[in-house]
T-cell receptor
Framework: GESVGLHLPTLSVQEGDNSIINCAYS??????FIWYKQESGKGPQFIID?????DKRQGQRVTVLLNKTVKHLSLQIAATQPGDSAVYFC??????????FGQGTELSVKP | GAGVSQSPSNKVTEKGKDVELRCDPI?????LYWYRQRLGQGLEFLIY????????KSGLPSDRFSAERTGESVSTLTIQRTQQEDSAVYLC????????????FGPGTRLLVL
């Protein structure tokens, strides 16, 4: 699997602040990237995606940035709310049809 | 239903027993995926079905694991002779065609092997 260890990286932010969650991906041939949010006891939920021919995509309160030069993906959440508290996973698609998931980052929002 | 459903939601079994997990994908989705998620970790790919093509089984951890899919409908993941290290959440996802597109996840089955 792609995950190592039992403890996810954690990001703690104050309610109302902006959050930035980072992800390094492994394959320079990956053509599609996606961010998922996973709340405790639930399956991953789609947030936003981006294709490799783009470097930025915006959604509602979320922005994904793709830097193919350094194989880096980030998720920016504006005006973070307590409901944003969850584990966030990035995933990349390369040849073969399946997504490869990153380790995940736990976002904790302090009221 | 509107989303991916999985059953059972929780399963407790004894070491050495076989278990069968079920996934109902979104209607019309030709691609179906199984993942395993251990506590506090990311998603580990297990197997991928795409239409009538031979499934990609490259993620199955041992020959105790197998999966079937009936056409473009229900899939079952079977774990034979369960071991304690099989304890995890098993997640199913589906997508319209497979490949570079959004996968929609079910709530998962939480398996505990005693």
């Amino acid at each position: 699997g792609e995950s190592v260890g039992l403890h996810l990286p954690t990001l703690s932010v104050q309610e109302g602040d902006n959050s930035i969650i980072n992800c390094a991906y492994s394959n320079s041939a990956s053509d599609y990237f996606i961010w998922y949010k996973q709340e405790s006891g639930k399956g991953p939920q789609f947030i936003i995606d981006i294709r490799s021919n783009m470097d930025k995509r915006q959604g509602q309160r979320v922005t994904v940035l793709l830097n193919k030069t350094v194989k880096h993906l980030s998720l920016q959440i504006a005006a973070t709310q307590p409901g944003d508290s969850a584990v966030y996973f990035c995933a990349e698609h390369n040849q073969g049809g399946k997504l490869i998931f990153g380790q995940g980052t736990e976002l904790s929002v302090k009221p | 239903g509107a989303g991916v459903s999985q059953s059972p939601s929780n399963k407790v079994t004894e070491k050495g027993k076989d278990v069968e997990l079920r996934c109902d994908p979104i209607s019309g989705h030709t691609a179906l995926y199984w993942y395993r998620q251990r506590l506090g970790q990311g998603l580990e790919f297990l197997i991928y079905f795409q239409g009538n093509s031979a499934p990609d089984k490259s993620g199955l951890p041992s020959d105790r694991f197998s999966a079937e899919r009936t056409g473009e409908s229900v899939s079952t993941l079977t774990i034979q002779r369960t071991q304690q290290e099989d304890s995890a959440v098993y997640l199913c996802a589906s997508s319209r065609q497979g490949g570079p597109e959004t996968q929609y996840f079910g709530p998962g089955t939480r398996l505990l092997v005693l």
